[in-house]
C-alpha cells in the first residue's frame, strides 16, 4: 500500500486550481504546497527574465509567494491564479531593479531604429554540429540564454513570457498591464534582435532556456513552506 504522504501528494495533484486555493484559503499547506508546484517553473522564469540571476531569482519567487499567501483571501478568482501570481513576481522582482539601478525608458528604445540591431555578437562555432548532441545543446542554450538575458527589459519579459512560457497575447498583456498591440511588438523587436544574434537553427532549443529542475522546484517550495510555519509560530507565541 502506499503510504500517507505519497496518498495525499495523489490527492492534491488530481484537484483544479480552483479547489486548491478555496483549500489553501482554509489553510491547508498541501493545497499550497501544490499550487506552488504547479506555479514554480513559469513563475521563476519570470522573475529571472527581470533579475537575470537564478539565485535572486529564487529569492524572488520565496518573497512573492510569502505575500501571496498573507493575502490569498483576497483572490477572487477575476483572473488565473498564475497570473495573479505573476503578477506579486513580477512587483517584487521589478522593485528589486529599482532600488538597485534607475530604469531606462523603453519608449525611447522602442522609437530607435534597430534594423541592424543585434544582442551579442556571437561567432558562428558550431556550423553543422548535430543540435541533438548534449554538448550542443547545452553551449547552444547558453548561447539563447545569454542573448535573452541582453535583450532590453520590457522585450525580455515579454519574450519570456510568450515565446518560452507559451503565454497568450491577452494574458502577458493583463500581466504586464500594457496593450496587446504593445506585446507584439514588442514581441517582434525581441525576435527582431534576437535573429541578429542566433541562427534560426537554434529556435527548435528555446523551450530548454533556463531549465527547471526538481532539486531546484524542492528546495523553494520547502523554503517557502518553512517561512510560513515560522511565521505562524511566531504569531501563535505572541497570543500566548
Known sequence: ????????????????????????????????????????????????????????????????????????????????????????????????????????????????????????????????????????????RGLIEHAIDDLPDAFRIVFIMREVEGCSVDETATTLGVRPETVKTRLHRARRLLRGTLQDSLAATLGEAFPFLGPRCARMTEAVLARLAAATEATTGDRL
Open 1 to 140: 500500500m502506499p503510504d500517507r504522504a505519497a496518498t495525499e501528494a495523489i490527492a492534491w495533484s488530481t484537484l483544479p486550481d480552483a479547489e486548491l486555493v478555496a483549500l489553501a484559503q482554509r489553510g491547508q499547506r498541501g493545497a499550497f504546497r501544490e499550487l506552488m508546484q504547479r506555479c514554480n517553473q513559469r513563475l521563476f522564469r519570470v522573475a529571472r527574465a527581470v533579475v537575470r540571476d537564478d539565485a535572486e531569482a529564487e529569492d524572488v519567487v520565496q518573497e512573492a509567494y510569502t505575500h501571496a499567501f498573507a493575502a490569498l483571501s483576497t483572490f477572487r478568482g477575476e483572473s488565473s491564479l498564475s497570473t495573479w501570481l505573476t503578477r506579486i513576481v513580477l512587483n517584487e522582482a521589478n522593485g528589486r531593479l529599482r532600488r538597485r539601478r534607475p530604469s531606462v525608458d523603453i519608449a525611447t528604445f522602442e522609437a530607435t531604429p534597430q534594423e541592424d540591431s543585434r544582442v551579442v555578437s556571437f561567432p558562428n562555432r558550431f556550423g553543422n554540429e548535430d543540435p541533438a548532441a548534449a554538448a550542443a545543446r547545452a553551449q547552444i
